[in-house]
């Protein structure tokens, strides 16, 4: 089975703009994941979709949204950028409990 | 007090050691308890998942879970250089699956 795939991998965005990342999890997994990774403040839980539907939501501003689609697929958005925004960005797909990582989206903000 | 604590690390260890990495997490109702491994620059991999008090292993690899304590472990032996890494401890809080709670990892370094 293909992992979870992220796109793009690297992004670069000035202060104020807005950003869109993408995450298709493992065939056959309806949860999805986002996590946002920085050095100071490690892993944290953005948000989790399950069927179309937003689950849980971790600790973070509105400025930060997702989406699912009805192929599983996902998106994460975020508006008006701050450069505490500049992370990794990871998503996680799920058939139970145990969560499957993709490779990341590295956003830089400028 | 943090949700999940892990030892500060920098670890290091002779290749060949058994190298022993701990967590302990503060929601004594959690029920699902994660290792996974990042190696710099990439993405956390899946080491291990343990969801029962006692001990689980696979190949090199050992959890070991106790409720009671709240406490979580893994052991790795016959370390290799190629088990240099982070390793992250992660937590599913109560009623939150999928909603993974992580401690800041370990950073192991195994000379060789």
């Known amino acids: 089975k293909a992992g979870v795939t992220q796109t793009p991998r690297y992004l670069i965005k000035t202060r104020g703009q807005q950003v869109t990342l993408s995450c298709s999890p493992i065939?056959?997994?309806?949860?999805v994941s986002w996590y946002q990774q920085t050095p100071g403040q490690g892993l944290q839980f953005l948000f989790e979709?399950?069927?179309?539907?937003?689950?849980n939501k971790g600790n973070f501003p509105g400025r930060f949204s997702g989406r699912q689609f009805s192929n599983s697929r996902s998106e994460m958005n975020v508006s008006t950028l701050e450069l505490g925004d500049s992370a990794l960005y990871l998503c996680?797909?799920?058939?139970?409990?145990?969560?499957?990582f993709g490779p990341g989206t590295r956003l830089l903000v400028l | 007090q943090k949700e999940v604590e892990q030892n500060s690390g920098p670890l290091s260890v002779p290749e060949g050691a058994i190298a022993s990495l701990n967590c302990t997490y503060s929601?004594?109702?959690?029920?699902?308890f994660f290792w996974y491994r990042q190696y710099s620059g990439k993405s956390p991999e899946l080491i291990m998942s343990?969801?029962?008090?006692g001990d689980k292993e696979d190949g090199r690899f050992t959890a070991q879970l106790n409720k009671a304590s709240q406490y979580v472990s893994l052991l790795i032996r016959d370390s290799q250089p190629s088990d240099s890494a982070t390793y992250l401890c992660?937590?599913?809080?109560?009623?939150?699956?999928?909603?993974?709670?992580f401690g800041s990892g370990t950073q192991l370094t195994v000379l060789p």
């Open positions: 929601d004594r109702g959690s029920q699902s």
């Open positions: 065939s056959g997994h309806r949860s």
């Open positions: 343990i969801y029962s008090n």
């Open positions: 992660a937590v599913n809080p109560p009623g939150s699956a999928r909603q993974l709670t």
């Open positions: 979709y399950f069927s179309e539907t937003q689950r």
């Open positions: 996680a797909s799920s058939a139970g409990e145990t969560q499957y």
